[in-house]
């Protein structure tokens, strides 16, 4: 089983025995579940960041391109804090429970906001503009991530998982370590199995090959 994903479809491309076999260290304190609601959280916190910057350059007044430009350097600044662990939280409350606005109300908010902002179609126009330079930005960083560790096929969503279970270990005081995977696979074979199980039972969707 090469890959799992959250229970809302963050796909972690982590064998799946070693991905539970890392997130066992933190259990029952902190259950799978736990650690993939703060993957969540984290995984829209670009597209939180890019909403904030639009909503306050159309308060702020300021030109369409100032709005596009703060919408592209909001997201690059949400991709560096995930990237470098500059995260302080592992309950991450306003972006996991933003996840759940379906993008359609997102775009609608905006779409609306930028209509009476400039009084016309023209603020729609900003908008998409805006949100699209945040994409751009976004697809941007991976790239350049991916080429850098393109020996060990890994994507931003991996880096995503590994802050995630940082930010759990910290929040309980446990040591967190990126290589502790083969010294437990040696000594505790079976440790990741409970967790696992709790966890697909309850999310069977979840599982990959």
């Known amino acids: 089983m090469n890959f799992f994903t959250s229970p809302r479809g963050v796909k972690i491309r982590i064998p799946v025995r070693e991905a539970f076999t890392i997130m066992a260290r933190l259990y029952p304190k902190r259950k799978p579940e736990d650690i993939m609601r703060t993957v969540e959280g984290i995984e829209s916190l670009p597209s939180l960041f ?23 350097f909001a997201t690059l600044l949400a ?61 941007f960083y991976e790239y350049q991530l991916i080429k850098k560790f393109k020996d060990h096929k890994v994507t931003f969503a991996e880096v995503i998982f590994i802050q995630a279970f940082r930010l ?36 069977p969707h979840t599982l990959g090959w």
């Not at 779409?111 to 697809?139: E, R």
């Open 168 to 203: 759990n270990a910290v929040s309980i005081g446990v040591e967190w370590r990126e290589e502790a995977y083969d010294e437990e696979e040696e000594k505790n074979s079976d440790k990741w199995k409970k967790p696992f199980e709790e966890y697909i039972n309850k999310y």
């Open 79 to 139: 991709m560096i804090m995930i990237n470098v662990g500059a995260l302080i939280s592992h309950k991450m409350t306003i972006a996991y429970y933003y996840s759940f606005i379906p993008f359609y109300i997102r775009y609608l908010l905006l779409f609306v906001l930028g209509y009476f902002a400039f009084s016309s179609w023209y603020g729609i126009l900003i908008v998409i503009g805006a949100k699209l330079c945040s994409t751009i930005a976004q697809y």
């Open 50 to 72: 890019s909403t904030v910057s639009i909503l306050m350059g159309l308060f702020m007044g300021l030109s369409w391109w100032a709005i596009i430009i703060l919408s592209g």
